[in-house]
């Protein structure tokens, strides 16, 4: 199954969404076209289990981060994470323009959801730990605006920007915006 999800990458990201078709990814992926189906029944369900690996990354790059989250410095461990989820995306720059461009319809907006929530419940727990360091009063909504802050542009940078992706410079940028956000002292 992963080598079928390796070519809707592909395919997905050098023709997009509209120019691929099951056809193209099964060629791809070096299977016949009723292999794919037996696995996907249709290129938006070989689509939404591309969108859900994505977003698994996404929240691989949090766990990554979980330790130095919950026990380091907090402004070292969000530009930590926010640098690993621009590297993700930028590893995958084309592809996350093309879904977020004309397929970000695709993809079970619950599992999406339940991703997310795991993510701000992490960030939570940490944002808890350095409460008397926080500007925002609200943590819950201070760290569901950081997570979701941190993920609609980092999606978007995909889209729109380039230059800023592969300098760094949104890493950085978003970095400082989000500890700037947070911290009394910064």
């Known amino acids: 199954m992963d080598v079928l999800l390796e070519a809707t990458e592909i395919v997905l990201s050098q023709r997009g969404f509209a120019g691929a078709t099951t056809n193209h990814i099964a060629d791809a992926a070096g299977v016949s076209i009723g292999t794919l189906y037996h696995y996907f029944p249709s290129k938006e369900s070989l ?6 690996r994505m977003w698994a990354r996404e929240l691989g790059v949090l766990e990554v981060h979980a ?3 919950a ?19 930028a590893a995958r720059q084309m592809l996350y323009r093309r879904w977020y461009a004309e397929a970000s319809h695709l993809g079970r907006l619950d599992e999406g959801l339940e991703i997310t929530a795991r ?15 926080l500007r925002p009063r609200n943590v819950a909504f201070a760290a569901d605006l950081v997570v979701k802050l941190a993920l609609a542009m980092v999606r ?11 300098s760094g410079e949104l890493a950085s940028e978003l970095g400082d915006v989000i500890v700037r956000y947070l911290l009394r002292d910064a």
């Not at 689509?47 to 859900?52: I, K, L, N």
């Not at 993510?119 to 360091?133: G, L």
């Open 47 to 52: 689509v939404e289990a591309v969108v859900h």
């Open 67 to 69: 330790e130095a989250l």
């Open 71 to 89: 026990n380091g410095p907090l402004e070292d461990a969000i530009r930590a994470i926010v640098r690993d989820l621009v590297a993700v995306m």
């Open 119 to 133: 993510a701000v419940a992490a960030v939570r727990a940490a944002f808890e730990r350095n409460v008397s360091r």
């Open 156 to 166: 978007t940078g995909a889209r729109d920007y380039e230059r800023e992706v592969a």
